[in-house]
C-alpha cells in the first residue's frame, strides 16, 4: 500500500532569452521555464512528475502556488487515488480561498496544471503505460467521470459526452495501429521566431521543408513591412502548396487584427493565430468572420473550458490550440477535446516552451484514437528546444511525433538539469552575474 | 523632488471565518484578507496606500505578487508618476514575463490592482483630495489617456470616449452638490449571509430597514427548501416595495441556474447576481432571457475589461458589479465604466471583504458627478465589517455613502490592525495554535 510521502516543487528557468528563441510580438525576452513538480513515494520505484510553463519571473510564484495546491496530496494513498482521479481534481480545485483568485485561471490554475499533470503522469507509470494508452484504455463512463464538466452542461451534458466517445469505441484500436506505422503530424514553429535575422529564417525554413514538414509557422505583428518581407520569404521556400501560418501573439485590437491580416492575405495563410485578446470570444468571431477564408487559431492562453466553450458556441475558431499546462491537467484538457468534437473544430494543441511537446503528443494521439477519431485538419504544433533535458524526449520523424512508449506523461526532467538551471542557484544561474534579482 | 524610496507589502488576515461572516454557498470559509501595499517617498508627510482583497490561504501569492510588480516604483520621482498615471500603468501592466502568467487576471492582476490603487491614493494625497474629487477634476482627455481602453476600440474609441465624458461635463458640479448633500446610495450584504440562523436574518433585515436601506441581499444556492423559506422571512420584513436582491456565488450550471432563480420568482427578487460562471458570458446571456423581468448582475469575479466589453455586447447584464481590487486599479475601472455608460448598463460596485466599500464609494461618486451622470437602477455595496481597521472609514447615513473628504483613496489601515493580523507572526496569528500551516 504506496503511499505519497513528500511533494517537491522547483523552480527551473532556461536562459533561451540569450538566443531569441521563443521571440514573438508580445514576449520579448523569454527565459522558458517550469514550475516542476515531484511526487514522492513510499515505493522506491514510484514517483510522479509533471510542470506548467511560465516565461522567467512569475514562475516563483507558480512554484509557491503548486507547494499550496499539493499539500493535500501528501500521505494519499497511490491506489486510491489513480482510482479516483477525478475526485482528486475537484477537492484540489474547490478550494475556495485559493477559488478567490481565480476562479480556474492564472496563477492558481496553472500550478493546479502543474501539480494534477504529476498525479497523472503517476497513474500512467503506476500502470506501467504511457498516458495516451492509459487515457485510450478507459470506458467513455470512466473518461466522462475524471473530465472536469462543471459550468458545460448547457452544451454538453455527460450523458451527450458518453455517447460521443462510444462513437468512436469500434475503431480505437485500428487508429492507434495507424499511428504505430505513421505517427502523429506535426509542423514547426521553431523557423519563424521574430527575433531571427531573413538568413536564418530562410535557412530555417528550408530546413524545414528537407525534414517532412509540410506546414511552418511565423511570427507577425511588429512592423506590417518586415511581416510581408518574411512571409513572402517562407512561401517562397514552402512553394504554393505548403502551409504557412502566422501568429500575432494577441498584439492587436479587433480592427487591427483585420486589416493587418487582409495585408497578409497574398501569402495565403492556413490560419492567423492569437489575433487579439485570448480572451475576447466575441472579438475572435468577429476577425473570423472579416478574414475568411484564412482560418483563426487560438488557444494557448486559453484559460480554462469555459472559454472555449463559448469560443465554440460563439463559432469563434477554426483551430482550437489548447495548452496541457494551462488548462486543469487531463481533466479539464479531456473536457476541451469533448467540446471540440461536439463542435467538430480540429483540435491542433500549443507546444513549445518547456516539454509542452512531451505532454501534447500524448493528448492527440488519444483524441485520435477515442474522442475526434480524425486527422481532417489536424496537425500539432513542434518546437525543436530544450528536448535535451527530458528523460523521455518526445521523438520526431518525417515530420510526426512517434509514438511514445514509456510509462507516464514524458515530463520527466534529467536531474543534472535541474542542478543546472534550478532558480536562482543553480550552477549556471549562481554564476551569472546579471541574472534578474529577485524582489 | 521627493522620490519613493520603498514599497513594503504586508499578508493582513482577518479570522472573520469564526461568525460565518462572509459565507455564501462557495465560500464557507471566508478569513477576509488584504495584499496591502505601501509606498513610502522621501517626503515623510506623503504615503501611498493600496490593497487587494482575498479569503485567506493565497493572499500571500498576491503579497509576492505585489513585490514583483511593484519593483519598477522604486525611486521613481512623484511628480512624474503623479502626472503620468497612464503611462506608471501601461508599464507594470506589460511586463511580458508576468503577463505569460495571465494575462490580465488571476494572482498577477489582483497584486497590479494593489500596487496601482497604491499609486492613485498617493496621487490623490499629493494633490490633497478625496480619489472622486481628483478624478472629478481631470478633463475627458485626460481621463481618456489614464484609461485603460487596449482591446476595446472595438466598441469604444478612445474619441467616442471623450466625447462621452465631454457630454456630462456640464453637470458635474451640480451632481456633486446633489451628492454632498444626500450621499451615494447603497444597500447592505450584512444581513443575508448563508451561515446566519433564520432568527439573525430577520432581526438583521429588520434593523437595516430601521438603519434606511430600501435593498437588502441574500446569499442562496446551496439548498433550495432553505433558500424559499429565507427569502419568505426577507421579503416578509421588506414589504412588497422593498428590494431583495440574491446571490448565489457561481454554484450554477446555466440550466440549474434558470431552474432555481425560477422557483424564487414568487419573491420578487430584483437581481439574480453571479448566477453561474463568471467567465461565462454567453451563459449569462442565455439566463437573463429566461429569467426577466428578473435582473442579472455579475462582476465581482469579472477578471478584466475584455470580459465586461463582452458582457456588454452579448446583453449578458443588467447590473455590473465591477470590483475595485480585482480590476488592474482606477486604469481599468475607469474603462468598465466608459463601457457601462456607452451600452447604458448601470454599475452598482461590489463590496464587502476588507476595505472594498471604503474604495467603491470614490468609484461610485465619480460615475454619477462625470461618467454616467445617473442614479438610476444604481446602488453600491455595503458590507458592515472590519472599518475599524481603517484610518478613514466610509461614513453610511440614512443608507447612503456620505462624501469622503480625506485625501487619498481611503485605503490606510491603523498600524495597530496591521501589527495584530500580519500573517502568520502578527499578534492574533501567532497566538492561535489552529492557524493554517503554512506549506
Known amino acids: 500500500m504506496a503511499r505519497i510521502t513528500s511533494v517537491e516543487v522547483i523552480d527551473v528557468r532556461f536562459p533561451t532569452s540569450l538566443t531569441s528563441d521563443g521571440s514573438d510580438a508580445m514576449n520579448k525576452d523569454g527565459d522558458h521555464s517550469a514550475a516542476y513538480v515531484v511526487l514522492h513515494t513510499d515505493d522506491p520505484s514510484l514517483s510522479g512528475y509533471g510542470f506548467t510553463f511560465t516565461i522567467g519571473r512569475g514562475n516563483d510564484l507558480c512554484v509557491a502556488a503548486a507547494k499550496q495546491r499539493a499539500v493535500p496530496l501528501v500521505g494519499r494513498d497511490i491506489d486510491e487515488l489513480c482510482g479516483n482521479l477525478g475526485g482528486i481534481y475537484r477537492e484540489l480545485q474547490s478550494d475556495s480561498q485559493?477559488?478567490?483568485?481565480?476562479p480556474d485561471k492564472g496563477v492558481i490554475h496553472l500550478a493546479l496544471a502543474a501539480v494534477m499533470n504529476a498525479v497523472w503522469d503517476l497513474a500512467a507509470r503506476r500502470a506501467g503505460v504511457p498516458l495516451w494508452r492509459l487515457l485510450s484504455d478507459m470506458s467513455p463512463e470512466q473518461l466522462v467521470e475524471v473530465a472536469d464538466l462543471r459550468y458545460l452542461t448547457d452544451v454538453l451534458t455527460p450523458e451527450q459526452a458518453v455517447t460521443l466517445l462510444e462513437r468512436q469505441e469500434p475503431g480505437r484500436k485500428q487508429r492507434i495501429a495507424e499511428l504505430e506505422a505513421s505517427g502523429y503530424p506535426c509542423y514547426t514553429t521553431s523557423a519563424g521566431w521574430l527575433?531571427?535575422?531573413?538568413?536564418?529564417?530562410?535557412?530555417?525554413?528550408?530546413?524545414?521543408?528537407a525534414a517532412g514538414y509540410n506546414h511552418v509557422k511565423l511570427k507577425v505583428g511588429a512592423d506590417?513591412?518586415?511581416?510581408?518581407?518574411?512571409?513572402?520569404?517562407?512561401?517562397?521556400?514552402l512553394g504554393p502548396d505548403g502551409n504557412l501560418m502566422i501568429d500575432a501573439n494577441q498584439v492587436w485590437d479587433v480592427p487591427q487584427a483585420i486589416e493587418w491580416v487582409k495585408a497578409l492575405a497574398e501569402f495565403d495563410p492556413l490560419w492567423i493565430e492569437?489575433?487579439?485578446?485570448?480572451?475576447?470570444?466575441?472579438?475572435?468571431?468577429?476577425i473570423r468572420k472579416a478574414v475568411a477564408p484564412i482560418g483563426v487559431a487560438s488557444g494557448e492562453h486559453g484559460m480554462n473550458r469555459v472559454l472555449f466553450k463559448q469560443m465554440f458556441q460563439a463559432g469563434a475558431l477554426d483551430y482550437c490550440q489548447l495548452d496541457a499546462a494551462r488548462l486543469g491537467s487531463v481533466n479539464e484538457v479531456l473536457a476541451v477535446y469533448l467540446l471540440a468534437a461536439w463542435f467538430d473544430v480540429p483540435v491542433c494543441p500549443h507546444a513549445g516552451g518547456v516539454g509542452l511537446c512531451e505532454l501534447v503528443q500524448h493528448l492527440a494521439i488519444f483524441d485520435y484514437a477515442a474522442v475526434s477519431g480524425s486527422?481532417?485538419?489536424?496537425?500539432?504544433e513542434y518546437v525543436d528546444h530544450l528536448h535535451e533535458h527530458f528523460v523521455a524526449p518526445c521523438v520526431i520523424r518525417d515530420g510526426a511525433y512517434l509514438l511514445p512508449d514509456a510509462p507516464g506523461y514524458s515530463a520527466e526532467m534529467y536531474m543534472e538539469s535541474l542542478r543546472t538551471y534550478r532558480f536562482p542557484d543553480g550552477a549556471y544561474w549562481a554564476s551569472r552575474a546579471d541574472r534578474d534579482p529577485l524582489p
Do not use: Q
Open 274 to 286: 492569437e489575433p487579439t485578446s485570448p480572451d475576447d470570444i466575441l472579438g475572435h468571431a468577429a
Open 224 to 237: 506590417l513591412a518586415d511581416d510581408i518581407r518574411r512571409c513572402g520569404i517562407a512561401r517562397e521556400v
Open 375 to 380: 486527422l481532417d485538419r489536424r496537425v500539432a
Open 98 to 102: 485559493l477559488r478567490w483568485l481565480g
Open 195 to 209: 527575433g531571427y535575422s531573413d538568413a536564418k529564417l530562410r535557412r530555417l525554413c528550408e530546413e524545414a521543408v
